[in-house]
């Protein structure tokens, strides 16, 4: 038999072209290494699945950090967050709006969405436990064997992710199929994870589960565009300011570069300033005075650290206090390393964009091959982001493909 189309991978991505293809009478099946599809999916937003979110395209694009961004303009444009929202609520499946922007779920399960998902595909489509070996063509057709059978087909859309989480089947497989194909692609590095710092710098067990609220970060000394919160944890720093930043920060540490910094309260300089005049005669400790605008713990930190334990707050001198007011302003964190690319929740790297056409997602090299989702070099902050281009470049490549099938 021969199929008008193969899915490679059961994640968001190759069940929204599974969902295009079922709608139009495609002949195709999908191909899961797994013993089940959607296993990445499960465990995204706290086993919530973030699926979309409120902006428009711009907004949506404007969020982004990489500079080939604008390449998701045209599928964007197609099948964008309002979509997303109509597809699912067409399942059967509302979503619910958390502020500022996230929409999950109502029933608060990721099983919601891949039952939405599965929702209009046939069993027989859907062939689990199939590893893709090798993809190879031949005139107009391609030949994919996996561990167990071979199958002929006019269109392949590889849905296969990157390598973040390798035990829910991403293992960078996409990568190793363009390359045979002699198509352009980038290594799979960190992006949307924890990051570590050095133990003997700052006693992170004593600092876990601090948080500073709507802080922004530089990256030795540079302002970056990210704003947002931000935690301690036992081992480093973590949360959504961190997410957003964790792709830049391990790329300036290849260059040896190793610090970031944060003020650790909204007040500036100038406030903090006034509201230590207006206390220069209290003979209460530094850290309490210091706790009324930071969190107690780093307030603690920072008395051990200037050795003003014991001090009370008007025996204070000019430089004294301007050691503290570099402390909030300018908090300072010497970065060991960036959480392991297997378990950073989203990866940078994939098929090169340049080898795709954007309206499309066919290959320039090699016609009628597609990548779609995370097995291209496109990534997103925390927020809905990798859901919905995982669902949009897929819901592009699929009809791309009908719309060849219809004009056979």
């Not at 922007?101 to 027989?124: C, G, H, M, R, W």
């Not at 973590?238 to 997410?243: A, D, K, V």
């Amino acid at each position: 038999m021969i199929y008008q189309a193969i899915i490679i991978g059961g994640g968001p991505a190759g069940l929204m072209a599974a969902n295009v293809f079922n709608e139009n009478q495609i002949k195709y099946i999908l191909l899961e290494k797994n013993d089940k599809v959607g296993k990445k999916l499960l465990i995204t937003g706290g086993g919530r699945a973030n699926v979309t979110n409120t902006l428009s395209v711009q907004n949506f694009i404007d969020e982004l950090d990489f500079k080939h961004k604008k390449f998701l303009y045209p599928s964007l444009t197609k099948f964008g967050p309002l979509d997303i929202i109509d597809f699912f609520l067409s399942k059967g499946v509302k979503l619910k709006l958390e502020e500022p922007i996230k929409y999950f779920p109502e029933t608060n399960k990721s099983q919601s969405v891949l039952d939405a998902l599965l929702d209009s595909i046939p069993e027989n489509c859907i062939h689990l436990k199939e590893n893709v070996i090798s993809i190879e063509k031949d005139k107009s057709l391609f030949t994919i064997k996996t561990n167990k059978y071979a199958y002929q087909s006019e269109h392949i859309v590889v849905a296969t992710g990157s390598k973040s989480f390798p035990e829910t089947g991403s293992n960078g497989d996409g990568n190793a199929f363009a390359s045979k194909f002699g198509i352009a692609t980038k290594s799979f590095t960190p992006a949307e994870t924890s990051i570590y710092g050095y133990i003997d710098q700052i006693p992170y067990q004593s600092l876990k589960g601090t948080q500073i609220k709507d802080s922004i970060l530089y990256i030795n000394g540079k302002k970056t565009p990210f704003k947002d919160d931000l935690i301690f944890t036992h081992f480093g720093l973590s949360g959504p300011l961190i997410y957003k930043a964790s792709h830049r920060i391990y790329n300036v540490l290849k260059q040896g570069k190793r610090q970031i910094s944060f003020p650790l309260t909204k007040m500036n300089q100038s406030e903090i300033l006034a509201f230590f005049d207006k206390h220069k005669n209290e003979t209460k400790y530094v850290k309490n005075i210091l706790s009324s605008i930071i969190p107690n713990k780093l307030a603690s930190y920072i008395v051990d650290k200037s050795n003003y334990q014991e001090k009370a707050f008007n025996t204070l001198t000019k430089k004294d206090i301007q050691i503290l007011v570099e402390y909030i302003c300018d908090f300072k964190v010497n970065i060991s390393h960036v959480e392991d690319i297997k378990r950073a929740y989203v990866n940078a790297g994939g098929v090169d964009t340049k080898s795709i056409n954007p309206n499309s997602f066919q290959t320039n090299q090699v016609k009628n091959l597609y990548f779609v989702g995370e097995a291209i070099d496109i990534f997103g902050p925390i927020g809905g982001f990798n859901i919905t281009m995982a669902l949009s470049t897929a819901y592009s490549a699929a009809n791309d493909i009908v719309k060849k099938m219809k004009l056979k």
